[in-house]
């Protein structure tokens, strides 16, 4: 079975600041994906940013990127310029690409922004 | 963006009641749906899957007769939890797959919080 994990249960940086989040992951699968999730306090569900582990190249949306490392197992979370607003729950979550679409998440890293 | 519509909010019942959460996919159609539990401070905790036409898929754990799921149409599935007690407390989120898209991410919805009194 899958299992996701995330060993920070929380951190900090300094607004502007650029912070990475951890997220390792355990498969005997070669095609899936890796997804962050971010949960504000409002608790809506908001995708972050996916990767498709077939593509070496690691995915970007603006301030964040990731740093996918297929043979480690490792799909870390970089957070550059930190903003206020992005104070929240991430969750690190893994779906087979073949199957149901079940998505596997993390216990969540809890990001403190200080101003 | 894709649009997952979760009613209600929030919702306050007696114990003993049965309570019926609305999970709506508004523009696109959901194959497959899924109710998770959260507990505060936790990580989302898969509750069943819910498949169109046919009965949920509940994980280990879950009682099947305690959180009844129905999926009559595409773009609805319904959680009801009967005979609430106050351990059912929780917040419960739907989330849905776009039928059409088998690479689509999942759209949560906004969640329900339930306090059973």
């Given amino acids: 079975a899958q ?13 502007a600041e650029t912070v990475t989040l951890s997220c ?25 940013i996916r990767q498709e582990a077939y593509k070496q190249q690691n995915a970007t949306e603006n301030r964040f990127s990731v740093n996918f490392q297929k ?12 903003q206020l607003g992005d104070a929240a729950m991430y969750f ?13 998440f993390g216990t969540g890293t809890r990001l403190k922004v200080l101003a | ?13 007696k114990s003993g009641t049965s ?20 507990f505060p401070k936790q990580s989302l905790m898969l509750m069943a899957t819910s498949n169109e036409g046919s009965k949920a ?18 773009t609805l599935s319904t959680l009801t939890v009967t005979s609430a007690h106050p351990e059912d407390s929780s917040f419960y989120i ?14 949560f919805g906004n969640g329900t919080r339930l306090t059973v009194t």
């Fill in chain 1, 71 to 82: 043979a480690a197992k490792s799909f870390s979370l970089k957070i550059s310029d930190s």
């Fill in chain 2, 57 to 74: 898929t509940y994980e280990q754990g879950v009682e099947k007769d305690k959180f009844l799921i129905n999926h009559a149409s595409l």
């Fill in chain 2, 94 to 107: 739907c989330s849905a797959s776009n039928r059409g898209k088998t690479d689509s991410p999942l759209h």
């Fill in chain 1, 24 to 48: 390792t992951y355990d498969t005997s699968e070669s095609d899936y994906y890796l997804f962050w999730y971010k949960q504000p306090p409002s608790r809506q569900m908001i995708l972050v």
């Fill in chain 2, 1 to 13: 963006g894709a649009v997952v519509s979760q009613h209600p909010s929030r919702v306050i019942c």
């Fill in chain 1, 92 to 104: 690190c979550a893994y779906r087979s690409a073949l199957g149901t679409y079940k998505y596997i």
């Fill in chain 2, 19 to 38: 309570v019926k959460i609305e999970c709506r996919s508004l523009d696109f159609q959901a194959t497959t749906m899924f109710w998770y539990r959260q």
């Fill in chain 1, 3 to 15: 299992t996701v994990t995330q060993s920070q249960p929380e951190m900090s940086v300094q607004e």
